[in-house]
């Protein structure tokens, strides 16, 4: 088991900004109003560009969180961390394996690890994983290579056996992010509940609304 050290606390409302869905705000813009309306994790996801764009990107938006005291997670990339001074990484299943990133960044980055089978979120941990994001609990159509929904039991079933914050993702909505947490989650990542929406800070204000409310009124 690796041993942590003291780091950033893991947030309960990741916004992972997205400029495919939309294309009205940029992705430093989409930090800016999910910050201003609660959000307390940005996470840099985009699977095009050069390095150098991503770098740049990143740099913009790790100013923005940095100036508001929120940390940025950038998607698979640790090289593209490194370089602007990020708070961690989150990487997929396809991505670089845990014990790596936990050898190459610092001892205080958080990382976080997409796991779908209680196997694989056991064996995250174990490699230094600070959170594991499960998903989709609901249907999705963010994430074209996306597994069928999981449920609400089945992530219960989860957050029972892991042993940090389980980030629940996937189709959840300010319809049913109470019952997310309710079910035991200890919070949740969006990204077409606030990118897609007309106004984004709203919409971020909204889903922390029903968080607080989730964890307040735990489900059956």
Same mark, same amino acid.
């Given at each position: 088991?690796?041993?942590?050290?003291?780091?950033?606390?893991?947030?309960?409302?990741?916004?992972?900004? @997205?400029?495919?869905?939309?294309?009205?705000?940029?992705?430093?813009?989409?930090?800016?109003? *999910?910050?201003?309306?609660?959000? @307390?994790?940005?996470?840099?996801?985009?699977?095009?560009?050069?390095?150098?764009?991503?770098?740049?990107?990143?740099?913009?938006?790790?100013?923005?969180?940095?100036?508001?005291?929120? !940390?940025?997670?950038?998607? @698979?990339? #640790?090289?593209?961390?490194?370089?602007?001074?990020?708070?961690?990484?989150?990487?997929?299943? @396809?991505?670089? !394996?845990?014990?790596?990133?936990?050898?190459?960044?610092?001892?205080?980055?958080?990382?976080?690890?997409? #796991?779908?089978?209680?196997?694989?979120?056991?064996?995250?941990?174990?490699?230094?994983?600070?959170?594991?994001?499960?998903?989709?609990?609901?249907?999705?159509?963010?994430?074209?290579?996306?597994?069928?929904?999981?449920?609400? *039991?089945?992530?219960?079933?989860?957050?029972?056996?892991?042993?940090?914050?389980?980030?629940?993702?996937?189709?959840?909505?300010?319809?049913?992010?109470?019952?997310?947490?309710?079910?035991?989650?200890?919070?949740?990542?969006?990204?077409?509940?606030?990118?897609?929406?007309?106004?984004?800070?709203?919409?971020?204000?909204?889903?922390?609304?029903?968080?607080?409310?989730?964890?307040?009124?735990?489900?059956?």
């Amino acid at each position: 088991m690796v041993t942590k050290t003291m780091k950033t606390q893991i947030g309960v409302l990741h916004v992972i900004t @997205d400029t495919t869905l939309q294309s009205r705000f940029t992705h430093a813009q989409l930090a800016e109003l *999910a910050i201003t309306g609660g959000a @307390d994790t940005v996470q840099f996801r985009q699977k095009i560009g050069t390095t150098r764009e991503l770098v740049q990107t990143a740099q913009e938006m790790q100013a923005i969180c940095a100036q508001n005291g929120v !940390p940025l997670i950038i998607n @698979d990339r #640790a090289d593209i961390a490194l370089a602007v001074g990020a708070k961690g990484v989150h990487f997929g299943q @396809d991505d670089m !394996p845990v014990a790596i990133g936990r050898r190459i960044l610092p001892a205080e980055n958080i990382i976080g690890a997409s #796991a779908r089978t209680e196997e694989k979120i056991l064996a995250a941990i174990s490699e230094g994983a600070d959170y594991i994001g499960f998903g989709p609990i609901y249907g999705t159509t963010s994430k074209p290579d996306a597994e069928n929904a999981k449920g609400l *039991a089945r992530l219960r079933r989860m957050c029972e056996i892991a042993r940090c914050p389980v980030i629940a993702i996937g189709g959840i909505t300010v319809d049913t992010a109470a019952e997310v947490i309710g079910a035991g989650a200890h919070g949740i990542a969006v990204i077409s509940a606030v990118c897609a929406h007309p106004e984004p800070q709203v919409a971020t204000a909204a889903l922390l609304s029903e968080i607080q409310k989730g964890q307040h009124e735990p489900s059956q």
